[in-house]
């Protein structure tokens, strides 16, 4: 069977897309995702392109890819996150998926794309293997235990002890949950404003290149999403913002999903430290924290007690950079976390 890939359209094939991912990818996927994705990203309007039968020209696969502003030494670059990606059962054979995985990358480097990044499952991380594309670097999964009881009785031979041994345990658990002075934490409550973006602006140059934070992005990807409910946590020292942590407080083991702030480590430990005591209050067992494996976050994590666990893959590619960027391809200077995936 002869498969063509053709660019998709946001509003024509809205419908298509919709079915082949909730289908295919996820059961939950539905316009209401859709939309706040690929239609009111502050950033601009995503791209699809779509896959289909030759003969009959019905949908068989479909990928995207949403914009993206990179701050890169304080100045912006537009570039994209791939997302979406899915074929129909019947066509899973690798053929199909590297057509429409290639149209893809072809259009973006076409449009003269500054930049394109994913954060492939490792099944896609074969499709991009085929074509050539090895991972930029690796995601790692950090774990920050906060309570103890639950693993301690599942483990011990008589269960009646775990109470007063996780009374014990959790006694050191608990050590380094807690901001110091001068640094004060507290939830967020209500929109991003201006301080944020404000932050942003000042704190963009320490990391090389990261996703552009303002106020805009924010509140779109945490505060309207449809998705997943999220809780910002800020640190301010004098009563002015200098970090925050972005939480998801609706699975059993929350995940920090987001950490951003003036990149000086003392002051980003001092941030995770307030929100494992500002989760632990609230009676979480533990929190996982994805990061790209940068130096800088070693120590950091170390010294707040969190624990190294698997990776991920990280796929990046850059053009041409301007003169005054650097090697956008290399993933040293970059800040990611999981919030800069696409749900």
């Known amino acids: 069977m002869a498969i063509k890939i053709r660019p998709g359209d946001v509003e024509r094939d809205r419908e298509a897309a919709i079915a082949l991912l909730s289908r295919y990818v996820n059961p939950a996927y539905d316009g209401a995702r859709f939309d706040w994705l690929y239609r009111a990203n502050p950033a601009g309007r995503g791209r699809l392109w779509m896959a289909v039968d030759g003969s009959t020209?019905?949908?068989?696969?479909?990928?995207?890819a949403l914009p993206?502003?990179?701050?890169?030494?304080?100045?912006?670059?537009?570039?994209?996150?791939?997302?979406?990606?899915?074929?129909?059962?019947?066509?899973?054979?690798?053929?199909?998926?590297?057509?429409?995985?290639?149209?893809?990358?072809d259009d973006l480097a076409a449009d003269g794309a500054a930049f394109w990044y994913d954060l492939p499952g490792r099944t896609m991380e074969a499709v991009y293997r085929r074509l050539g594309l090895a991972p930029a670097a690796q995601m790692r999964r950090f774990v920050r235990p906060l309570r103890s009881y639950h693993a301690l009785r599942a483990r011990l031979r008589w269960p009646l002890l775990a109470r007063p041994a996780a009374f014990v345990a959790d006694l050191a658990l608990a050590r380094g949950?807690?901001?110091?002075?001068?640094?004060?934490?507290?939830?967020?409550?209500?929109?991003?404003?201006?301080?944020?973006?404000?932050?942003?602006?000042?704190?963009?140059?320490g990391y090389g290149a990261v996703v552009r934070r303002q106020a805009e992005y924010l509140n779109w990807r945490y505060v309207d999403n449809p998705i997943r409910h999220h809780e910002i946590v800020v640190a301010r020292r004098d009563g002015r913002l200098v970090g925050y942590a972005v939480v998801t407080t609706d699975r059993e083991t929350p995940a920090i999903v987001d950490v951003f702030g003036i990149p000086a480590p003392r002051l980003m430990e001092g941030l995770l430290r307030g929100t494992l005591?500002?989760?632990?209050?609230r009676g979480a067992a533990s929190v996982t924290l994805w990061l790209l494996a940068a130096p800088f976050w070693t120590p950091v994590l170390q010294r707040a007690g969190?624990?190294?666990?698997?990776?991920?893959?990280?796929?990046l590619q850059a053009g041409a950079p301007p003169a005054w960027a650097p090697r956008l391809d290399?993933?040293?200077?970059?800040?990611?976390?999981?919030?800069?995936?696409?749900?």
């Open 306 to 315: 969190f624990r190294a666990r698997e990776t991920a893959p990280v796929m």
């Open 277 to 281: 005591g500002w989760l632990r209050h």
């Open 177 to 205: 949950t807690r901001a110091r002075a001068p640094l004060s934490l507290a939830a967020h409550a209500g929109r991003c404003g201006e301080e944020f973006t404000a932050l942003s602006r000042e704190a963009n140059p």
């Open 68 to 105: 993206r502003w990179l701050s890169v030494g304080g100045r912006d670059l537009r570039g994209w996150l791939l997302a979406d990606f899915c074929i129909a059962e019947q066509h899973r054979a690798l053929g199909p998926a590297l057509q429409l995985q290639r149209a893809c990358l």
């Open 57 to 64: 020209g019905d949908p068989i696969g479909t990928a995207g």
């Open 330 to 343: 290399h993933p040293s200077p970059w800040l990611l976390t999981h919030g800069d995936g696409d749900s």
